[in-house]
Each structure stands twice: as C-alpha cells, then as structure tokens.
C-alpha cells in the first residue's frame, strides 16, 4: 500500500493498543514510525543490477522474523524524541510500535505485489490480492479517523479505523473471488493452466483477469459491479516465455542469473515483450497500465552481445485515463454482458 495509508492504519493501531502506561503522543509516534519503517528497503539500489529493487522489496524488512527489530528501534526513537516532554519509557512503547508494524506487513500482504512474511523459513511472496496499491475509497477515512483519534485522544475513533480498513480488506477479498469465478465461467476451458484476477486502482469493481491457455498469456477486464450486470472485456495476448524460447540467455551468465531472479519475482508469470531491439524482453503479464492489455507494467530486456540488461518499465499513454474509466463506468466498446 502507499505511505499515507500504512501512516494512518499504523496509527489507528497503534492508539487502539497502546495502554494506560503509554502517553498518546509518544504511542502515535512509535506506531506510525514502525508502520513506515519497512519501506526503507527501497533505498537498496545498485547501478550494476537493474533489478536490485525488485529482489529487496518487501523482502526480509517485511518479515515477522525481522519485525522486532522494527519496534525496537521506533519504541526508541519515539521515546528519545519525547523526552522530558512525556512521561513514558521504550518498554511502554513497544505494543504501540509492534501493533504499528504488524499493520504495515498485513496491510501490504492484502495487495498483489507479494510481501515475504515467512522469510527465512520461506521465500514465498503472500498476496491476497483484495486491495489495490493505492485506494482512495480506503485511504481518505483512515486518515481523518487517525488524526481525530490523535488530536482528541479518542480511543474509539481508532477502532472505527481498523474496522474500516478490515471491513474494505473483506469486501475486497469477496470481489476477488467473484472475478475468478466470473474468470473461469468466461474461459471454460480445461487446457487453462494458471489464472488469476488482480484488482485495479483505487477501486474494488475492475478486476485484471489473467489466463495461460496452451502456452499464451490473455488478460480480460472484469467489471464486477454489486449493483449491475458483469461485464467482460477480452484483451490482447502474450506468448509465455519458457527456458526453450529464442534469445534465452545461458544459465549462469550475468543476464541469465538476472532472469533467473526476474521470475522468481514474478512466480513465473513471464511473458514475451515484442521489441524492436535485438534480443529478448521479459515481462510480468500480473500487471499492466490497464487490465485489457498485456503490455506489462515492467520488464527486463536481455540484448545480446554481452550488453548489460536493463529494466524497462511502461509509461502513462494520454488515452489511457479514458479508456480506464470506460472500463469502469462499464461503457467501453466490445463489453461482453455475462448472465
């Protein structure tokens, strides 16, 4: 999720949890400190491997094992910033920042992207895919709940955020499921290998649907309203890359190991990009601009002649606003209405 979204939860659960003991000020601090504290991961960069980012992201920082260390250190910055000023300690802090930083991890977890929770014990990302990276719909009121709940001490104000944040995660988790199922009623078909359905932004009614049927990638808008019929829109395709296709680099080489490392992110969604260029281009088919296109949102581009890859990600077209609020408003062109 967004900072301004894990800022606000962390708080709300933060407040709810802390006790008697523990000054509200110094509460919100150690809890919104350990709610952010995760996401310095993306300050590990290097020039030399473009995908640096993507292997480090949401990795060991956004783990349960690694989580003490979060609260330790936002239950002692809170504590050194307030002193004097309050009467509390570090040990009065923790439940605040530990409730702080529990939020950050479930709350990334609810989204598609892939958080590592179990790790060392397991490299698998968990996604949930109910909630979209960033939510207006879900952000907005935990925002005006966390900072009255600050401002007035409110208790109460804090659980109405969680409730919230918990009520929206639900309802997400029920899209989720209804756009997989309205997924395998519009594919019905038995050579289908791997499908999935990914929320789209700010919004819990247009679904990205994903299929590999018979070595190709499609992608499908799935509009699942509560109040109107289900629409789908059946978009382009992409053939699936395997260790067979041309242009594959040699295992073992710098472009081989990085491709290696591209789809141990991606779990193996992995389609072909065209390109103009020489040699091959990689993508994640989970993610693109907009959910009736293949054109993945990022991907490596493996040239030949020992150059080095290079990460390339898909810029905002001008149109592509329009179009995704057509496919929202269930008014874009060649919407198929299922019963």
């Not at 179990?118 to 968990?126: C, K, T, V």
């Not at 290998?193 to 190709?216: C, D, M, Y």
């Not at 992608?219 to 041309?246: C, D, K, M, N, Y």
């Not at 592509?320 to 060649?334: E, K, M, T, Y």
Request: hydrophobic share 50%; aromatic share 10%.
């Amino acid at each position: 999720m967004d900072n301004l979204t894990h800022a606000a939860l962390g708080i709300c659960c933060g407040l709810a949890a802390r006790r008697a003991s523990a000054p509200v000020a110094p509460a919100a601090l150690a809890a919104l400190l350990a709610a952010e504290a995760p996401d310095l991961d993306i300050l590990i960069r290097s020039a030399n491997d473009p995908l640096v980012a993507f292997r480090w992201h949401r990795h060991f920082t956004h783990s349960f094992v690694f989580l003490p260390v979060i609260v330790l250190l936002a239950a002692l910055l809170a504590a050194w910033f307030f002193k004097g000023k309050h009467e509390t300690s570090t040990k009065a802090l923790l439940i605040p920042a530990a409730a702080g930083g529990l939020s950050h991890l479930l709350c990334d977890a609810c989204t598609s992207f892939g958080t590592m929770l179990l790790w060392p014990f397991s490299n698998e990302r968990i996604a949930w895919d109910c909630l979209p990276i960033v939510d207006l719909a879900i952000t907005l009121p935990l925002v005006v709940l966390a900072w009255r709940a600050w401002k007035s001490h409110r208790h109460a104000l804090a659980w109405w955020g969680i409730g919230w944040f918990v009520f929206y995660a639900s309802l997400g988790r029920i899209q989720h499921n209804r756009a997989e199922a309205v997924l395998l009623q519009w594919v019905g078909n038995q050579s289908v290998t791997r499908f999935s359905a990914k929320p789209t932004i700010s919004n819990l009614i247009l679904w990205r649907g994903i299929w590999l049927e018979n070595g190709t990638w499609h992608v499908a808008a799935l509009r699942i309203s509560p109040f109107s019929v289900t629409q789908v829109l059946e978009g382009e395709s992409r053939g699936a890359w395997t260790p067979e296709t041309p242009g594959t680099p040699l295992a073992g080489t710098n472009a081989g190991s990085i491709l290696t490392d591209f789809s141990r992110f991606t779990g193996g969604w992995n389609s072909v990009e065209p390109s103009a260029a020489q040699g091959l281009t990689v993508g994640d088919i989970r993610f693109a601009m907009l959910p009736d296109r293949a054109k993945s949102l990022w991907a490596v581009r493996l040239p030949g002649n020992n150059q080095s890859p290079e990460l390339i990600r898909t810029e905002l077209e001008s149109s592509d606003w329009a179009h995704f609020v057509d496919l929202l408003r269930g008014s874009a062109i060649n919407y198929k209405t299922l019963p």
